[in-house]
């Protein structure tokens, strides 16, 4: 089992951006350079703390985005959203917080993030937004 912590707070992975190349005739698509930046950091710190080969097994990930709570709450929604009373039904939508984090860890933690064959994935609020995540081999469960 792999569990490792990222404190950079979560992004979102941006809609690709297109352009033609004059000259090769061909339109080349490309991440927005805040999506790649995020990315480079997150494959950064997972260089960092993760250092053996990549998994090359199918996988199951469980993973927790931890959203900054906003500054402009009242104390009692502040703390509300704290303890996970409220949970972040906002933007932006997890599957695109779990695009961007997916492809930074490809041949980093996996070698492919097409070997994920189960995922559970979670939004809260925190004072500390944060990405955890928990990457087990599928036949290192036990099955009851």
Not at 33 to 49: C, F, G
Not at 122 to 140: A, F, G, L, M, Q
């Amino acid at each position: 089992m792999v569990k490792l912590v990222f404190d950079i707070e979560p992004q979102s992975q941006l809609r690709p951006r297109a352009a033609y190349n004059t000259r090769s005739h061909h339109i080349v698509v490309y991440d927005p350079k805040v999506t790649h930046e995020y990315k480079q950091r997150l494959r950064q710190l997972a260089q960092n703390q993760y250092t053996q080969e990549p998994l090359d097994s199918a996988l199951k990930v469980d993973v927790s985005f931890f959203r900054p709570v906003q500054k402009s709450l009242s104390a009692i929604e502040r703390a509300r959203r704290i303890s996970g009373e409220h949970r972040p039904a906002v933007k932006s939508d997890i599957d695109n917080y779990i695009k961007a984090l997916f492809d930074s860890l490809n041949g980093v933690v996996w070698q492919d993030d097409k070997q994920i064959c189960d995922l559970v994935a979670h939004k809260y609020y925190s004072d500390k937004p944060r990405i955890e995540i928990e990457v087990t081999t599928v036949n290192e469960e036990v099955t009851i």
